[in-house]
């Protein structure tokens, strides 16, 4: 049975400093609501936007439109939200609902007739407010597992309409039906050395302290001695009653002698700001333990608004002769709190160990420019390429260009190119620069003026020429040659391509386009009978799929067909 959540009116938390309506959006799903997913939570080159909202592990249940509003968007993509709707509310609010299955009838029959006009799968229709109108409560669509989901699961996301930022629903009442006792869980608590000279209990690299759990819940650290600037940085989880999924925290804030000198919480954020994630956190750990360890400092200032600040950016200097307390306090939506201090003491020792930074005679400046050349390659970085300073690795070897810095990461594009005067123009045509990690070739968008290819990238790797003269592969599910398929509700082919990548696949029946619907995941693209292109007996069936150098492969059968029902 339908059933809607409505939110009683109360106001929003003091550190907001925004008020929300609590009690105007519904639920997108009539199943408890349980998260996989929560705003702000550490993704992969990116903060998570919103809620994943679990599916029971399937794909199919309704998702009903949070308020009332009129579709003002629909993306469809192989990749990010797969099959997405926007709905714009009349309170300035737009939300998102992400990695469908399908549409409801209105705006899939919408929907097809653009993607049958662009020829095109992908699309991304931006609609005025009189075309699709929305009621509170009304099916939209069926959840999925479309686009980059990992499983079956809805995206729900809230953003403010004419600004796009990204809000946490949390501010919109969906705290009273996430319910949430439960104190954020911090697994780790680290110190950082924050220059060449700082020595922490004899060592000039940055380790892990020893926490000891209070009588209360809190936890006490092991003395800190130190001489020079420190940080910390701390690894932490949030739980909700309802799920154990380890979501993101919401706040975090560090105290020096009681005053607040270092914090961040997730409220709002933009789109552009997403990548800062990587200078947030301690990238390096992350790149070679696969832990997230997030800093509760800035050795060099970003513009990531979430932070809140004071002079020294959470850097600590401990090179006065007194001893300080330290107190890092991290906190969920609900104010559920954990409390860790932690003593600081100035002490002059001898370190035990050198400080691990392999130097090599490029040392990068975050906010300089670079040109460099090596053989026919050359490596092009712009001014605020990276966060911090830090010693290039940069070799021409073998006719590939070497560029292997995995823990430094990366937030604009740098710039690779290379001189070739060997190859044929036609055989230029079939190129690209690939880049090498874990002993795969990776396609990068390649441009060729003259002899000379480039490419824009932020990925580091083992840079090579490649040449891509074999075709994708096309497979069909079951063989229809001369049959007749009337049972059949759809046409069904997996598609694959070993190099270079898939960039288009087409299909035509009689010699009329017909869409099919590709994911990248599964490699299959399928045509669903329903659209009404078949003709009544015999259809002529071509498939075409390219990959990103142009190199094609046709796929022809013949099959007949009866629309008639018996």
């Not at 989901?149 to 501010?171: A, M, V, W």
């Not at 001189?419 to 690939?434: A, R, V």
Request: aromatic fraction near 14%; charged fraction near 25%.
């Amino acid at each position: 049975m339908r059933f809607y959540i409505f939110f009683l009116f109360i106001c929003a938390p003091v550190f907001s400093q925004t008020s929300y309506p609590k009690d105007y959006f519904g639920a997108p799903l009539d199943i408890p609501i349980q998260l996989s997913g929560n705003f702000g939570e550490l993704r992969p080159n990116h903060f998570h936007a919103g809620f994943d909202y679990k599916t029971q592990k399937k794909e199919g249940l309704n998702v009903f439109a949070t308020a009332e509003g009129y579709v003002s968007r629909i993306k469809i993509s192989t990749f990010g939200y797969g099959k997405a709707i926007y709905i714009t509310h009349p309170n300035g609010f737009t939300t998102v609902y992400g990695h469908l299955k399908s549409l409801n009838p209105a705006i899939e029959s919408y929907l097809k007739t653009n993607q049958y006009e662009e020829k095109s799968y992908e699309i991304d229709l931006y609609l005025k407010p009189n075309q699709i109108p929305i009621k509170k409560g009304e099916i939209i669509a069926l959840s999925g597992n479309t686009g980059g989901s990992d499983g079956p699961h809805l995206h729900f996301e809230i953003r403010d309409s004419q600004t796009e930022k990204i809000i946490n629903p949390l501010f919109f009442g969906f705290d009273l039906v996430v319910t949430d006792t439960q104190k954020p869980v911090i697994t780790n608590v680290l110190v950082y050395p924050l220059d060449e000279n700082t020595v922490i209990n004899r060592s000039r690299n940055s380790f892990m302290l020893n926490l000891t759990l209070q009588k209360y819940g809190s936890y006490f650290s092991d003395k800190v001695l130190a001489n020079g600037k420190i940080g910390f940085g701390i690894n932490a989880y949030d739980l909700t009653n309802l799920s154990w999924d380890r979501n993101g925290i919401y706040k975090a804030e560090v105290f020096l002698n009681g005053k607040s000198i270092f914090g961040y919480q997730f409220d709002t954020y933009s789109f552009e700001e997403m990548r800062y994630i990587n200078a947030l956190i301690d990238y390096p750990r992350y790149k070679n333990m696969g832990q997230r360890v997030q800093k509760l400092f800035m050795k060099t200032p970003f513009p990531l608004s979430i932070i809140n600040t004071h002079d020294e950016n959470g850097v600590i200097n401990t090179a006065q002769n007194v001893n300080q307390i330290c107190r890092i306090e991290v906190a969920d939506f609900n104010n559920n709190k954990t409390v860790i201090t932690i003593p600081i003491e100035n002490l002059v020792e001898s370190p035990l160990d050198t400080l691990k930074i392999k130097k090599t005679k490029y040392l990068i400046k975050n906010n300089k420019e670079y040109n460099f050349e090596k053989g026919n390659w050359s490596y092009y970085i712009p001014k605020g390429t990276f966060y911090d300073d830090f010693y290039l690795n940069f070799e021409e070897k073998e006719n590939a260009l070497l560029l292997e810095n995995e823990t430094i990461p990366v937030h604009s594009n740098f710039v690779v190119s290379v001189n070739d005067s060997i190859f044929s123009q036609k055989d230029k045509g079939k190129m690209f620069i690939g880049s090498i990690q874990d002993n795969k070739t990776n396609y990068n968008y390649t441009k060729l003026k003259e002899n000379t290819f480039t490419t824009h990238t932020k990925n580091w790797g083992k840079f090579v020429l490649v040449k891509d003269t074999i075709a994708p592969t096309i497979k069909i599910q079951k063989n229809i040659e001369g049959k007749w398929i009337s049972d059949k509700k759809t046409l069904e082919f997996t598609i694959k391509d070993e190099l270079s990548g898939i960039k288009s696949y087409d299909g035509y029946l009689n010699g009329n386009w017909i869409l099919f619907e590709y994911d990248y995941k599964t490699k299959k693209m399928i045509h669903n009978f329903d659209d009404g292109i078949v003709s009544e007996g015999k259809n002529e069936l071509k498939v075409v799929v390219t990959d990103n150098v142009g190199n094609s492969t046709i796929f022809e059968t013949q099959f007949f067909r009866s629309q008639i029902k018996k």
